[in-house]
């Protein structure tokens, strides 16, 4: 599909302009200091084939925390740890038109993993001997996943978040609660605190995209971290739960699934395609970027990138 | 991907038989007698690819009402006499946890076009002078879409369900009170519940579907029946909202855009690639033919149908 | 408690004078034109005391339609013609923070007689071998329990009300499609729009209240109109559920069983000393009388007749 | 009302023979410990009308925790600590329909003060330096209201709490995510354990209830112990959401505005005429004590102890 280099190069050289006008809408992520203490324009963008071209553009080296963009990891880890059955058993798989950080989608467990109630549920089902093992083998895998070797804790965001995340200490005790795990709520919360701090940059989620893409093999090395059933699994819930509560409206009108971040990141998963990574601070209302938004929007159909019309 | 005629055809033999086993779980739609009315053990299958080629198996010339795969028309519909951005502010495109006859998800519109609010929704948005027009005209397109010139109105159908609708005329006087359509509301439902009403066989379903994995054009002749944009927001609403309350675990289980009907049909658009029908009327609680799942689920994996492995 | 006539005409006479800087807030009620179609700054004002004494103020003959006071009517007339078990089996005694005309708190059942799908629910369970029997049984009681003889249907109310009436059409036919009732759900709403447009005044509200404050007896001829249960039960829901979503902080507020309609009347229960009824007709977002609460409250304080202090 | 001691007396007794057919159902509040650690078939009663007389039955001098009942104490102290319209600008004065310890009728704010966020609410605006300075201030005016100078806090109760209160601390930081209360959610949550865990006995209740029976003097000494403004408050809440999820009909088959606790007591105020005590572990699924409602129900009629039929 991606026929020749220029071409393409072409083509998303010209989306990225036509999304300039967008570049003042949207506001940056405010709830703790550092996200908000970031430069409003920077915009970087990468896409990565299934044969491990890299199309890279902007700011394309700059770290900003992954944020819910981790509430894949803690997926795949948890699925890593443990047979669907049981993860599934502990969280659901429904979209909910409640916002991210609600706790009225809480019933028996979390409605979906990428809610910020199921990714602690996912945190609190990986192995690992405390916290910081755990978390030192989600970041391992997440190296290796997205071939981004310096990935690291960005202490800053994880203090910060540390500090103000009464709503989601909320969240875990309520898990506790209802008998999702039998962790400490305040260790579950550090470690899913811990994910959300993780430093990435475009090219490192468009890898990790690209990986999803490839059936769950690494382009061009082929080796493999992930099976079809969890490729199967991670991207159908980005297509109906990736982007919070607009995310059938943000299939409908873009056809690509993803996850967003707060930070101004979203993942695109073009399965047998490509991977994608954008990267734009201004959020909406619902946590998304908007010029990412309207990025993919472009290229999904200018490159074809829709997985409903193929 | 679909190589050969022999090869493909020995893999769908094989998975009829293997959800041989599932054919007594489940119940027959009892909510008006004409449903229950049916043999439980009667199945069927076709399958329909992009170039037209033709698989059929089982009573793939059985008639039985169309239900909610209703749904779809209506919204073409809705959308060929309206542009999107006036069908989506009538009603929405996120789903929902409710059952879909439920009037909770009903706020300021009906969550999406594939619960019941939401499809009479869409129904008030055709254009005709009277229901018979309108429903003359849905209809007519219902044949040329599905190459079924057959296609009429189930009459004891039609008959027994306006007898017994009331949770159905709730939800259109609901609509009204809102403000969603000026209609008369017992004239939306009308033309509602004969969409319903429809008659269907598989290979209908199936051809339907090969219209829509054919980014819009009917398969060997080649005309346009619908626009690629039509296309993306139909199988994008079949992915997130097309198997009712359990859309989100469908997906990630078979992969395969679908809609379901209480009768027992589903149908499934696999893109690029061909349209499925599946019969067998015995359901699961949230009206889902319990085999046409099982089917779908062992086709997905075996034939390579799931839009996120590609 | 009301010890001399004039030490009490007094005190009303300075409460009235003292409301009077709230006679232009609120908003006439507007979903039917009929209702919006009054003089805004009318006012009357009633009090009968359970020796059958009368004090009356302003328009105290002036006719308005009943509304949502007539929801006491029929659930007095559902306990007279059914046992009061058999009734609660079917509406439920608790209050509900939604709307009166809301259908979410209708899960198995309304959850008080007070919102309109209780009344509908009450209405169902009144005797009569068709709706103008019904009607006429409590037309006839409700002329009895007021001592108000010349009550009668104001028919354009009646027939405005019925034209204009989508929501509770399909609050209606919910509780039908819910069973709990049989009857045609036209004819129950037919019924419960002909009870809101029962004509009334002040004083025949205040003497229907005299009835409750004194155990169920009709001050001076003693006639016995409802027995101690059925008082308890009408006074005690119109303590929790009177006032729509506000019961709770009008009962904190102001202290007297009370229950209002959106035309701007409002009958309130001091037991043991007096009924009482207001009317102005501008009505706060809840649907209540504004300046009639604001003399309640008052009299509620100065003639003691909170139920909470004595 | 009370005419004669001995008529009374005879009243009370014979009521009580009447309710030992109910000792045996319900169960033990079992969520601790320490609380299913009780002989199920205690039982004690105590009434102390507003002239100070005391009418005791049973294990009357029996301690227990007063678990919710001290939602009534935090509400209080609220109130002299701040005025009315600042305590219920944090919480509501609505009843739910929810359980005492859901979080979904928390949107703005608790709804009540008598849900365990209402009470952690009013907790947090009682005034002192500390939590020990807060919770002695508490224990002290409790002494004064019930004339129990020998109140205290049961260590192991308190204790056990603290360690099994996952679904309050999640409640707790809710709340303060909420900006209800700037205190640390642990602190808020430690009072908000310690007043369940204030030791008490009937005897203690009823006083208390005494003294809200007339007018905010305590019997006998007449010293002034609350404004009648504070009175109405706490007995119209008491009244509308006092018992759970039950209020509505418990003061339709009762009428004694009460509020009770999951240990098995009861406090209820007849305005005017008396306070009740009463205890009994066996408490039914909305954590009411099952003997204690029959009782109060055969009083209420018995002695005319209703607030709505005077």
Chains 1, 2, 3, 4 share one sequence.
Do not use: W
């Amino acid at each position: 599909m991606l026929e020749k280099r220029d071409y393409v190069d072409k083509i998303i050289k010209k989306a990225i302009k036509q999304t300039e006008k967008y570049k003042d809408i949207g506001e940056l992520a405010s709830y703790i200091p550092e996200l908000a203490n970031v430069n409003p324009d920077s915009f970087a963008f990468c896409l990565v084939t299934v044969d491990g071209e890299v199309f890279s553009y902007g700011e394309s080296e700059k770290i900003f925390s992954i944020q819910s963009i981790s509430k894949i990891l803690s997926l795949i880890m948890a699925l890593h740890d443990n047979d669907p059955i049981s993860v599934f058993d502990k969280v659901g798989s429904e979209p909910t038109s409640y916002e991210f950080n609600s706790l009225v989608p809480i019933t028996d467990k979390a409605t979906n993993p990428f809610i910020n109630a199921g990714a602690m549920t996912t945190a609190s089902m990986v192995k690992g001997a405390n916290v910081d093992e755990k978390f030192e083998r989600i970041l391992a895998y997440y190296k290796k996943l997205s071939s981004f070797e310096d990935a690291y804790l960005i202490k800053d965001i994880y203090e910060s978040e540390m500090e103000t995340t009464d709503r989601n200490r909320a969240i875990a005790y309520y898990l506790k609660s209802k008998d999702i795990f039998s962790d400490n709520p305040n260790d579950v919360l550090d470690l899913y605190i811990r994910n959300c701090s993780i430093a990435t940059n475009v090219c490192a989620l468009a890898k990790t995209g690209a990986v999803l893409a490839n059936k769950g093999y690494k382009p061009k090395t082929k080796e493999k971290l992930l099976s079809k059933k969890e490729v199967q699994i991670i991207v159908s819930q980005m297509a109906t739960c990736g982007m919070y509560e607009n995310s059938g409206r943000y299939l409908m009108e873009v056809g690509i699934p993803s996850k967003s971040g707060v930070s101004g990141g979203i993942l695109g998963v073009v399965p047998g395609v490509c991977g994608l990574g954008v990267y734009c601070p201004r959020i909406d209302k619902s946590g998304n970027s908007v010029r990412g938004i309207e990025l993919f929007k472009i290229l999904a159909k200018d490159l074809g990138f829709t997985i409903f019309i193929n």
